[in-house]
């Protein structure tokens, strides 16, 4: 089981697909990291310029009191509460919502590569080729899993870690790495954990389907109409079911921001019991269909 | 014990429609220990489904498959390190070189890279087993495929067309490999169309049709199931010859300059009696005997007609 969980650890790792898509991410996150650091000012000139700016906001604001929906009364309060703070400086407290930002697509790719993985399998039809070496498919099967799996999170780990540090020149040189103390760090850590379970959850999902439907374009198609359609549907004529909903505790789970009937921690427990009936189901048809 | 025991096969498909279409219809097959085995059959004849089912990749109606004295359905998995096959076409990864592919298969049995380097040596592709597979010709693709086959240093391999795409060269080293194989004390058994390629490769055969065995035995054993009642005899003067035979109640006819005369092999002592008798002596007297094409054609037809 070691053997064939490590060859299938090397053969996903070795995807074109996987290494080209990582690419990518990583250009990505390098632009996003350059122009964030351009962007990024923390001359005296900048910062005085922006306080200036926002002192003249304040007092725009001021100077509407009872009108234009601000209030006449205790305005001066309201208007510091509404006006923006317009900082040139990148802070980097301020990763969090960028980096849950990131998850979703981060999760769709992990779908993506989960689904593709096993696709590949059918279309190349070295399934076949891999049960005249290993013909116990329990094992074939969770040694894929796992794979999948344990891949999507370390590898959404990791870009979500490569992103981090491309920005933290930003912050460092050009910006603001003030308020980082042991607390931000550990929710930043627990953010980005929490990301990469979901994007294995994600890989999981996607390879479940591609096993059932035996292509990588099904499983693709059935994760968008669900998604797209299936829950847009029930939240629009069954907003109670929307605890149940795979996107919604996605969000809750992702974010940490209680929004559901049930807890943070109960969303990732529904999520481990529906990826646990879709392997279950994938299991069913896999363990007896014929493979050519 | 055989190498490969199949008792009562049966495989039906069934369609959306409700019909089914039977694939493999009571075959009995066995199959002994080393040498090279021929699985002849037409198209359709359920040679890969046997293949299938006796590698576990399809599950039979009916009926067992043993392999190396295992039920392919159960006991399959303690075997198959001694077991190398090739399914159809050769299952490779496009992306990844063709050493690529063998490493990767090698890591499930935690084989030596000395391994892949020797299999890949034994099929001839040393000098482009670092390109991608999706720029091998088929012929080479099937390379591959025989060298993944033999990775696992298999006790019993099993073949489905080896010789498919490859050039007359790769089709006579394929050849010399299968016997080397068999001679060392392995069992290959090998499906294929190429009937002469089985004629010249195989110890023993077994021909398909329909789903079921019509024939399996040594290969010159089946040869003489399709030997005619036919004997050539060549002589100079042959009209004479002809009359002569007619006379003795042996009916012969001239065909390209031989005499065919239609009476059993072990007669032959009687036409050379009854020609001799009036000075007519034979330069050449011979059984004819059909080769495997023919045989195959006539037993297939017979099932075909039949059913």
């Known amino acids: 089981m070691k053997d064939l969980l490590r060859v299938e650890l090397r053969r996903l790792t070795s995807r074109r697909l996987f290494r080209g898509v990582s690419f990518l991410v990583i250009i990505g996150f390098i632009v996003a990291g350059t122009i ?34 601000v209030p006449s009364v205790g305005t001066e309060g309201w208007c510091e509460r509404h006006v923006e703070t317009s900082d040139p400086r990148f802070h980097f407290k301020d990763m969090e919502w960028p980096l849950l930002t990131l998850g979703l697509p981060l999760m769709m790719l992990a779908w993506l590569i989960g689904a593709s993985y096993v696709g590949a399998d059918w279309h190349h039809r070295t399934m076949m080729a891999h049960l005249t070496w290993e013909p116990r498919r329990g094992r074939v099967l ?61 890989g999981l999902l996607g390879f479940s389907l591609a096993l059932v439907g035996r292509n990588t374009a099904a499983a693709l198609g059935v994760g968008f109409a669900y998604l797209a359609v299936v829950e847009g549907l029930v939240r629009g004529f069954k907003p109670s079911w929307s605890d149940w909903l795979i996107g919604d505790n996605i969000g809750q789970f992702a974010t940490w921001d209680r929004v559901l009937g049930h807890s943070q921690t109960g969303s990732g427990l529904l999520l481990t019991a529906y990826i646990a009936l879709a392997v279950a189901i994938a299991w069913l048809f896999f363990r007896k269909r014929e493979v050519a | 014990m055989e190498s490969i025991e199949i008792t009562g096969l049966r495989k039906e498909y069934r369609r959306l429609r409700g019909d089914r279409t039977v694939a493999l219809d009571g075959l ?126 298999p006790q019993l391999l099993i073949l489905d067309e080896p010789a498919n795409g490859l050039d007359p060269a790769g089709i006579k080293q394929v050849r010399g490999l299968l016997k080397r194989l068999g001679e060392e004390g392995r069992t290959v058994f090998v499906s294929s169309h190429l009937l002469t390629e089985v004629q010249q490769t195989c110890d023993h055969v077994a021909i398909l049709a329909r789903g079921r065995c019509v024939a399996t035995g040594p290969v010159n054993e089946v040869l003489s199931k399709g030997r005619s009642n036919v004997m050539s005899v060549r002589l100079k003067d042959l009209e004479a010859g002809r009359l002569v035979l007619n006379a003795a109640g042996i009916a012969s006819t001239i065909v390209d300059g031989v005499i065919r005369a239609e009476v059993d092999a072990s007669d032959g002592e009687r036409i050379a009696r009854a020609l001799a008798a009036h000075d007519l002596f034979p330069s050449e007297l011979r059984a004819e005997e059909m080769d495997l094409e023919t045989v195959f054609l006539e037993l297939t037809d017979t099932v075909e007609v039949a059913a």
Request: charged share 20%; net charge positive.
């Open chain 1, 36 to 69: 964030t650091f351009f962007i990024s000012n923390d001359s005296p000139q900048a910062l005085a310029t922006a306080q200036a700016k926002h002192r003249a906001e304040i007092a725009g604001c001021l100077a509407d009191a009872g009108r234009d929906g």
């Open chain 1, 142 to 202: 969770l040694s894929k899993a796992i794979a999948v799996s344990i891949t999507a999170f370390f590898w959404i780990l990791a870009l979500e870690m490569i992103f981090s540090a491309l920005m933290w020149p930003a912050a460092f040189f050009r910006g603001s790495t003030a308020g980082l103390d042991a607390a931000w760090w550990s929710h930043y850590a627990l953010d980005v954990a929490r990301l990469g379970g979901l994007a294995g959850f994600a």
């Open chain 2, 28 to 153: 009995d097959l066995s199959v002994g220990t080393g040498g090279v085995f021929g699985f002849l059959g037409p198209n359709g004849s359920g040679k890969t489904t046997t293949i299938r089912c006796l590698l576990g990749l399809a599950t039979p109606t009916a009926g067992v498959c043993r392999v190396l004295g295992q039920d392919s359905a159960s006991g399959l998995a303690s075997v198959i390190d001694r077991i190398g096959a090739l399914v159809e076409a050769p299952a490779l990864f496009p992306t990844f070189s063709g050493r690529r592919n063998l490493e990767l298969l090698a890591g499930i049995h935690r084989l030596p890279k000395t391994r892949v380097d020797e299999v890949i040596e034994t099929v001839g592709l040393e000098t482009r087993q670092k390109d991608l597979v999706k720029g091998y010709s088929l012929g080479m693709r099937q390379r591959l495929g025989i060298a993944a086959a033999l990775l696992k240093d």
